[in-house]
């Protein structure tokens, strides 16, 4: 066993985890926040996606054991009370989800979307940057006008402005 | 997984000596394909030594005419390197192509080629850009680095702590990725400087990584798709598994080959 700190959604943590265990299994079975999904378990599904220091990572990919000293943020962490986030709010607005299992990890990569390229993402760079997110519902088109959406709210730009088109083919 | 002990110190010194104190240790890099590799029970080191402590393993710098890389560099910050884009544009776009963002935050170039999956992307370029290995206690020329499928001649103990890519000359990357793991199911690395050209290829033979002899030739003696005609290397030596058939993989090679080809004759 060792001990690990971390912050998660702000909030500073101090547990005492098996060296073997998941980051993911760290945030769902030891923190109890269960909006992190475990999907493939196998790196390719991205429903694990949480924010490490601000970069999306595969939570089902890292050790608990390297988080250590990280500043953690999952998609509880996201909403600034009852004010959903940006990302979360674009989701909602877009009919981005279907089942929602998906949902957390994508959110999460559009969210590392805008932070590596700009609030400006065109549809073909975000199904792009969507190559580890499956999801096996919606299809993706509605995914992709939400991530687009989502990002110029976050630059607390006026969807439709004309800025970029959202969702241009 | 299997119990290990985990360790995580910021000197190189004491990462070697962790790794020294047990024959079963391994080095943890990004962990994008160790940990996966765990959680199968496929590997049970009794210890790991996560390097990514290790702050001189990591950067990317410009000394003279060599790009130097640490080994701990992420896909992502050779992707996004301003140095890397300029000098050794072929090698930022490569990384760029690993696997998918999020791996990307997280894998290393030093983890990628010390593992030498058959279907990486790095050594190619290594290959290809006559790139020198650098470990903690030797440099190792690229071709004699890789050595086989999973294999390198890293010897128990030893870490990769940078590469050095030569620059000059001009190189291209073609990949064919597998649908669902965006692993090469064939990768060509074109590299020309004069007459003096290089194609690697990777993610096509049983072998792994290796340099196309027969292309390389043809290409020395005229530049450009056409001499790529009718050549594809032997099926039989190729992978062959439920993504595709060897005689695919030969194909596939072929045609990334000649699209790099295409590619740089056109810029060049």
């Known amino acids: ?169 | 997984m299997f119990a290990f002990a985990y360790h995580r110190p910021s000197e190189l010194a004491d990462a070697l000596a962790a790794l020294a104190a047990s024959e079963e240790a391994k080095p943890l890099a990004g962990g994008q394909t160790l940990i996966p590799t765990l959680k199968q029970r496929l590997a049970s080191p009794s210890n790991l030594v996560d390097l990514s402590g290790v702050a001189a393993l990591k950067g990317i710098a410009l000394h003279g005419d060599v790009l130097v890389i640490g080994a701990m560099a992420r896909h992502v910050e050779v992707a996004t390197s301003p140095v890397a884009i300029a000098r050794l544009p072929a090698l930022a776009a490569l990384a760029g192509l690993i696997g998918d963002p999020a791996v990307r935050n997280r894998g290393t170039l030093g983890g990628s080629i010390a593992n030498n999956d058959p279907s990486a992307d790095y050594p190619a370029a290594c290959l290809a850009l006559k790139a020198t290995i650098v470990t903690d206690r030797r440099e190792l020329s690229a071709g004699d680095f890789f050595t086989g499928l999973f294999e390198t001649a890293l010897q128990p103990g030893e870490i990769v702590t940078a590469v050095r890519f030569p620059l000059g000359g001009e190189g291209t990357y073609e990949k064919y990725p597998n649908p669902a793991s965006r692993y090469a199911m064939a990768g060509v690395f074109v590299w020309r400087r004069g007459d003096e050209i290089r194609v690697a290829v990777t993610g096509a033979s049983q072998q792994g990584v290796f340099r196309w002899a027969e292309a390389e030739a043809a290409l020395a003696a005229e530049f450009g798709p056409a001499a790529l005609d009718g050549l594809k290397p032997d099926a039989d030596d190729m992978i062959a598994d439920i993504h595709g058939s060897g005689a695919y993989r030969a194909q596939l090679v072929a045609v990334m080959a000649r699209r790099a080809v295409a590619r740089l004759a056109v810029a060049g």
Not at chain 1, 35 to 59: F, I, P, R, W, Y
Not at chain 1, 63 to 77: D, H, K, R, Y
């Open chain 1, 1 to 169: 066993m060792r001990d690990v700190t971390l912050t998660i959604n702000g909030a500073p943590v101090r547990v005492a985890v098996d060296e073997r265990t998941l980051l993911v299994q760290l945030i769902r079975d030891d923190l109890r926040l269960t909006g992190t999904h475990v999907g493939c378990d196998t790196s390719q599904c991205g429903a694990c996606n949480v924010l490490v220091d601000g970069e999306a990572v595969k939570a089902c990919a890292v050790l608990a054991v390297q988080a250590e000293g990280a500043e953690i943020v999952t998609v509880e962490g996201l909403a600034a009370g009852e004010t959903l986030h940006p990302m979360q709010a674009a989701f909602r607005e877009h009919h981005g989800l279907q089942c929602g299992f998906c949902t957390p990890g994508m959110i999460v990569a559009g969210i590392d979307m805008v932070r590596r390229l700009g609030p400006e993402l065109d549809a073909a760079t975000v199904r792009a940057e969507l190559e580890g997110n499956l999801c096996r519902c919606t299809g993706y088109h509605n995914i992709v006008k939400a991530i687009q959406a989502g990002a110029l709210a976050m630059a607390g730009a006026v969807p439709g402005s004309g800025a970029v088109p959202v969702a241009a083919e």
